[in-house]
């Protein structure tokens, strides 16, 4: 049974999230059905990341086994055909070994989070940052960061319905850069809690402010206690960039 590897990208905005829910349409779920028109077979699909409702993604990785071998060209061209009008497209499709799992064999994911200050709000990219309409402080974000790489207890910043067994993660990068009015952070990890890039985002912003200090962070972190956290980010400014996976 042939099993394909997909790289997509999606515009979040229009869907519940990846994950097929009893309403509302996901990402899964369309391609799902976009699968099953070109192919006449009901899949299994598998992503690399749950992404929220609203969240986007430039390098969503998924899988999905086939009973006829096809072209991986032809199911990336086909599977794109039926997706249309939705937001979604596969950027890139390849055969894998019956032993690759998009989610359980990544070693690392990169997410991306855009925050617009200034003034003035967005309209190209209303619904793909997060507006902030005062100048933030880009170098003391960037110094309050560092305090959240490495392996941490991230209790404060785990959503309080999330389901991963432990709440120690290794935050392998977080880099918070400006360019002109935007700011752009980059958190890097084998995996992340239920929320927690948009958590460290809100509290980030929040250092950004003047309204906390690098050591306010800290010290929500060391807090171990979701009501420590800033306000959560909003969904619309995150995006999965890119899944890693051992050569």
Known sequence: MPRYRLILEYDGTPFVGWQVQALGASVQGRLTEAIRKFSGETVSLRGAGRTDAGVHALGQVAHFDLERAWPAETVRAAVNFHLKPDPIAILECTPASAEFDARFSAIARHYRYRILARPAPPVLDRDRVWWVPQSL??????????????????????????????????LDRL???????????????????????????????????????????????????????????????????QVDYAP
């Open 137 to 170: 402080s880009a170098a003391a974000m960037r110094e309050a960061a560092a305090a959240l790489v490495g392996r941490h207890d991230f209790t404060t910043f785990r959503a309080a319905g999330c389901q991963a067994r432990s709440p120690v993660k290794t």
């Open 175 to 241: 880099a918070v850069a400006a360019t002109g009015d935007e700011i752009i952070i980059e958190a890097s990890a084998r995996s992340f809690l239920h929320n927690q890039v948009r958590s460290m985002v809100g509290s980030l912003k929040l250092v950004g402010e003047g309204k906390w200090r690098a050591g306010d962070l800290a010290a929500a972190l060391a807090a171990r206690d979701r009501a420590a956290c800033g306000p959560v980010a909003p969904a619309r400014g995150l995006y999965l960039v």
